[in-house]
């Protein structure tokens, strides 16, 4: 079965500083995707990066980025220029279509606190 | 943003009553998913629709039950409310053809059973 795993329950930045989030997840499949979602006090959730895993490339999106490592099966996050706005909690997800179906696991999220 | 809506927002309810969620979306996306969240567990599978009349389990099902009768809404139904079923609920789309397999979530509603 696969799982995801967010190690650090908390965690916080000063403002204008780079922080990474990891998550780690275990599968035996060879294709899939990865996600960030953010979740703001409003409780959406937004989607914040996406990478799927037979990209070699590292995505990127403005201010946030990832760390790929399929071989190690981390995918980390790193927010670079810390924003205010960017305090919320943060899920890492997996997604794999070899069973034939388009089943989502989320980790347990990480609560980012941006100190001002 | 993807249009999705839940209601209600907020409900409170008494243990051993029936409350039943209601997910309307309007992008006719084929799948459709239920998800709670709880401290410390993040969001967990309760039960997904991949079409009309067809769903199947997640990882806690357990007094959960799901219907869809149209594309469109999807319905979560717990047939005797407990207080371990205080969680914020969450519905989810995804749809095969958008190649960025990306999953729009819909607001939340925050149930508490008393």
């Known amino acids: 079965a696969q799982t995801v795993t967010q190690s650090q329950p908390e965690m916080s930045v000063q403002e204008a500083e780079t922080v990474t989030l990891s998550c780690t997840y275990d599968t035996s499949e060879n294709n899939y995707y990865l996600f960030w979602y953010k979740q703001p006090p409003s409780r959406q959730m937004i989607l914040v990066i996406r990478q799927e895993a037979y990209k070699q490339q590292n995505a990127t999106e403005n201010r946030f980025s990832v760390n790929f490592q399929k071989a190690a099966k981390s995918f980390s996050l790193k927010i670079s220029d810390s924003q205010l706005g960017d305090t919320a909690m943060y899920f890492c997800?997996?997604?794999?279509?070899?069973?034939?179906?388009?089943?989502?696991?989320f980790g347990t999220g990480t609560r980012l606190k941006v100190l001002a | 943003d993807a249009g999705i809506t839940q209601s209600p927002r907020h409900k409170v309810t008494e243990t051993g009553t029936p409350v039943t969620l209601r997910c309307h979306q309007t992008?006719?996306?084929?799948?459709m998913y239920w998800y709670r969240q709880d401290p410390g567990h993040g969001l967990r599978l309760i039960h997904y629709s991949y079409g009309v009349k067809d769903t199947d389990k997640g990882e806690v099902s357990d007094g959960y039950s799901v219907s869809r009768s149209k594309t469109e809404d999807f319905l979560l139904t717990l047939e005797s409310a407990t207080s371990s079923q205080t969680s914020v609920y969450f519905c989810?789309?995804?749809?095969?053809?958008?190649?960025?397999?990306?999953?729009?979530f819909g607001p939340g509603t925050r149930l508490t059973v008393l």
């Open positions: 989810a789309i995804s749809d095969p053809s958008d190649s960025y397999n990306e999953q729009f």
């Open positions: 992008e006719n996306h084929r799948y």
């Open positions: 997800a997996f997604m794999t279509l070899a069973s034939g179906t388009y089943k989502y696991i």
